[in-house]
């Protein structure tokens, strides 16, 4: 890194935006400057030549302190999904609420995933759904997951062949806790099955690897 270039005032500002919030997309920068994406790149542009920051594809700027946080992110941007992914937990999208409740202890998990009647992904159940299910009066007996799940197309899916930074920022971009890793079905664009999945305790494990290393 060179030290000694005299930076402006918006560069420095630019430092401890990324500093305390990086990774960070640059689009998000210029929005806490209230500056157009246009008017910052020349700066981003120069910080990154210089050194103090680092740029990746899709996850954003980082403060790069001495080497180490680029080591960090190398490290979970080489080490792919397929490599960490666990067990998926995948129930028939007509099980009742009750029957999943009893899946989530007895699986120890905090997701599970319905499929349809060939198979296919069709839903998400989290923790919250099925809470938010059992506090109403309803019979959880007769209630079928498929009625208060996060169905298709709007589950995040991810494919085993993507980086497990990729992983983790999907997560904490959408707010959830697991992805279902899933392979296309060959002739059926958007239907898959699912073939692992990806929670946050997945990139905490990946996490204490690494810093065991
Ligand atoms: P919890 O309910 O334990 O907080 P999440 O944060 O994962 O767990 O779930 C929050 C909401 O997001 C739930 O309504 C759930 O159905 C939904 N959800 C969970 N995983 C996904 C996913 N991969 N794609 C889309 N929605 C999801």
């Known amino acids: 890194m060179v030290e000694s270039i005299k930076l402006t005032k918006r560069q420095e500002e630019i430092i401890q935006i990324v500093k305390m919030n990086g990774p960070i997309p640059g689009k998000d920068i210029a929005e806490m400057l209230s500056l157009t994406r246009a008017t910052l790149r020349p700066d981003l542009s120069i910080l990154t030549k210089v050194g103090n920051l680092e740029a990746r594809p899709r996850v954003g700027y980082y403060y790069n302190t001495d080497g180490e946080t680029k080591?960090?992110?190398?490290?979970?941007?080489?080490?792919?999904?397929?490599?960490?992914?666990?067990?998926?937990?995948?129930?028939?999208?007509?099980?009742?609420?009750?029957?999943?409740?009893?899946?989530?202890?007895?699986?120890?998990?905090?997701?599970?995933?319905?499929?349809?009647?060939?198979?296919?992904?069709?839903?998400?159940?989290?923790?919250?759904?099925?809470?938010?299910?059992?506090?109403?009066?309803?019979?959880?007996?007769?209630?079928?997951?498929?009625?208060?799940?996060?169905?298709?197309?709007?589950?995040?899916?991810?494919?085993?062949?993507?980086?497990?930074?990729?992983?983790?920022?999907?997560?904490?971009?959408?707010?959830i806790d697991s992805l279902p890793v899933v392979q296309e079905v060959e002739q059926k664009p958007n239907t898959y099955t699912v073939i692992g999945r990806i929670t946050k305790t997945t990139i905490s494990r990946a996490f204490l690897e690494m810093a065991n290393q």
Do not use: C
């Open 71 to 175: 080591e960090y992110i190398d490290w979970f941007a080489n080490h792919l999904v397929n490599e960490y992914k666990a067990h998926p937990i995948v129930i028939k999208k007509s099980t009742s609420v009750y029957d999943a409740i009893v899946q989530i202890f007895l699986k120890d998990v905090g997701t599970l995933y319905a499929v349809n009647q060939k198979g296919y992904l069709a839903g998400v159940i989290s923790r919250k759904d099925l809470l938010r299910a059992s506090i109403g009066n309803r019979n959880l007996h007769d209630l079928p997951v498929s009625v208060i799940m996060t169905r298709m197309p709007n589950v995040m899916t991810i494919k085993p062949e993507v980086s497990l930074l990729d992983a983790a920022t999907m997560m904490i971009d959408y707010h």
